[in-house]
């Protein structure tokens, strides 16, 4: 997300706010009221399927706008819950609609964020259509600039382009004995 946004954002917060690990920051069908922007930390968005599993929509780190997908909704389709204990800024709905429709630049600005999170979403919808875990891990890299995330992201990493993490330490070592000398690969083997 750009500065200028969080910025402009920030000017219409309140206050910040801290959250406990496992504090459900709304639940679905919730209204909409709040608009976050994450400050530290990590708040998941998740939906409840049929069969009792949940699907994570978004994971959301210092920096990002959670559920900004809900800023023209009525009523909240997933839950945000804190991952981590985490410090929030919540901006009221109220007071950002009207910012919108006095501030051309927010509403600009929130029109390029949401552009570029629908083309994130779309490639990350392609990166999982990809059948191996070489193809997922060479289009993760082209779609991101590379380089990969550091030895100590690679759970997560793994998580992101769903394979195992074992899958992608074996991915990586196959690399690396292939003799490929990538500035994009990590060094090291496995996480600890």
Not at 184 to 189: D, F, I, V
Request: charged share 20%; glycine share 6%.
């Amino acid at each position: 997300m750009s500065n200028a946004l969080v910025a402009l954002l920030s000017e219409l917060a309140q206050r910040e706010q801290q959250v406990a690990a496992d504090t459900v920051l709304f639940r679905t069908g919730d209204p909409v009221r709040t608009l976050f922007l994450i400050i530290t930390g990590t708040v998941r968005l998740t939906r409840s399927l049929p069969h009792g599993s949940q699907l994570t929509l978004q994971r959301a780190g210092p920096g990002a706008i959670l559920a900004e997908a809900s800023l023209f909704a009525e009523r909240y389709h997933c839950e945000g819950v804190a991952v981590e204990d985490s410090m929030v800024r919540p901006v009221p709905l109220r007071r950002l609609s009207a910012a919108l429709a006095n501030q051309p630049s927010l509403a600009r600005a929130i029109n390029n964020h949401l552009a570029h999170e629908v083309q994130r979403a779309r490639a990350h919808a392609e990166i999982l259509s990809l059948k191996t875990v070489a193809a997922r891990v060479d289009a993760w890299i082209a779609t991101n600039d590379g380089p990969l995330p550091p030895k100590g992201q690679w759970r997560q990493f793994a998580m992101e382009i769903d394979v195992s993490p074992e899958a992608l330490y074996r991915e990586f070592a196959k690399r690396r004995s292939n003799g490929v000398r990538d500035k994009t690969l990590p060094s090291g083997s496995g996480e600890s």
